[in-house]
Nanobody, 126 residues
Framework: QVHLVESGGGVVQVGGSLRLSCAASGRTAGWHAMAWVRQALGPERVFVAALAWLGDNKWYADSVKGRFTISIDNAKTTMYLQMDSLKSEDSAVYYC???????????????????WGQGTQVTVSS
């Protein structure tokens, strides 16, 4: 079984920073893309950042551009989301996801992702 485990969530003040980690275990050789998705009070999960391994191409939601940075280590076993200048609207449960779809463009469609973590809570307080 392939597992994704998020960590690094917690409570941070408005304007602060936080770094989330997503550790992968199991057989990950077929992965070609990963992403960070968040869910607030509603049921919908919204993509905030995505990464295509081919070409190291990245995508960010307009709401987080310039504030969030997605990255992965050289071994491609741990993905990170560096979050700076946090706002109250960033409060949500953050999930990491991995896809076996091969391509140069980051994927922002939940149906294209095969593996999901259980999420980590991020709370931005004033």
């Amino acid at each position: 079984q392939v597992h994704l485990v998020e960590s690094g969530g917690g409570v941070v003040q408005v304007g602060g920073s936080l770094r989330l980690s997503c550790a992968a275990s199991g057989r990950t050789a077929g992965w070609h893309a990963m992403a960070w998705v968040r869910q607030a009070l509603g049921p919908e999960r919204v993509f905030v950042a995505a990464l295509a391994w081919l070409g190291d191409n990245k995508w960010y939601a307009d709401s987080v551009k310039g504030r969030f940075t997605i990255s992965i280590d050289n071994a491609k076993t741990t993905m990170y989301l560096q979050m700076d200048s946090l706002k109250s609207e960033d409060s949500a449960v953050y999930y990491c996801a991995a896809s076996e779809v091969r391509g140069f463009e980051p994927i922002t469609d939940s149906d294209r992702y095969d593996y999901w973590g259980q999420g980590t809570q991020v709370t931005v307080s004033s």
